[in-house]
């Protein structure tokens, strides 16, 4: 009888064991991944930091630009485009500044400066002609489509599940939704275009397919435009700020500097 009490003894002691062991095992994956969350939201947060590290510097450096800008001596900066290389606290900065005057505005342009970019950026001519219409139609209020151009029923019977608003165009991406318009077209057209910008375009500060857009546009001659006096000005910072956070801001301004004011008219993040 002494003996069965000790087989059980020793069972009752060898299941103790392996609940004990079992236990350990369990604790040690519970610490692990407490560990584990605990590094993992350890790094989110540095990611997080260096992120706002970096856009706080991209935004100082939007304020750096402008006041060079602005500076009418040797402090001034032009809008060449010309980078700017600056350190604010232990992120560096680039900053640009380029005059947008060169740019092409989808919401004022004449038909024939967008048929003539639209033939010089691959188009065929029968092609350019209806998006270049369509694009008109885009701005234009009323239901009634123009000739080659596109309304509601236009879009509605290619399958769109949007039409023309009947208003400006919000940004250059928008240029993608007109009716006829391709992705690789839309690519290529985003570069050269900007809502912004008031006035007739500047060939001086064009590229080279705006020029000779112009130049189409005009039957074979340069147009000539006097400089205007409220400027369009977009600021480029791409800030770094460790070896992760990375920050772009790209804000357009208006600026007369006879008056010495200037006015935002975007705030955004990332290329555009």
């Known amino acids: 009888m002494n003996e069965g009490l000790g087989e059980a003894a020793e069972r009752q002691q060898g299941f103790a064991l392996l609940i004990v062991l079992w236990t350990l095992v369990l604790l040690a994956f519970v610490v692990s991944g407490i560990a584990a ?3 993992t939201e350890s790094a989110l947060a540095a990611n997080l930091r260096g992120q706002a590290v970096a856009e706080a510097a991209a935004d100082g450096a939007v304020a750096v630009a402008l006041f060079h800008t602005l500076e009418a001596g040797r402090e001034h900066w032009p809008a060449d485009g010309a980078a700017h290389g600056l350190t604010i606290g232990t992120t560096r900065v680039a900053v640009r500044i380029t005059d947008e005057a060169g740019l092409v505005n989808p919401n004022t342009a004449p038909k024939t400066l ?13 092609v350019a002609a209806h998006i270049a219409a369509a694009m ?15 309304k509601l029923p236009q879009y509605r019977a290619a399958g769109s599940a949007w039409g023309a608003p009947g208003g400006p165009l919000r940004s250059r991406r928008e240029i993608a939704l007109v009716l006829g318009m391709t992705p690789v ?5 985003e570069p050269y275009l900007s809502v912004y910008t008031a006035g007739e375009v500047d060939p001086a500060l064009a590229a080279p397919p705006v020029r000779a857009a112009l130049a189409d546009a ?15 000005i977009l600021v480029t910072a791409e800030a770094e700020s460790g070896a992760r956070a990375r920050f772009t801001r790209r804000a357009v301004f208006s600026i007369n500097p006879a008056a010495n004011s200037l006015h935002t008219l975007a705030w955004q993040e990332g290329p555009g």
């Open 218 to 232: 005009n039957g074979g001659v340069m147009p000539g435009v006097a400089p205007a006096e409220v400027k369009t």
């Open 37 to 39: 969350s605990g590094h």
């Open 185 to 189: 077209l839309a690519a290529r057209l």
């Open 136 to 150: 008109v139609d885009w701005r234009s209020p009323g239901p009634v489509p123009s000739p080659d151009g596109a």
């Open 114 to 126: 967008l048929v003539a970019l639209l033939r010089r950026l691959g188009s065929d001519p029968g």
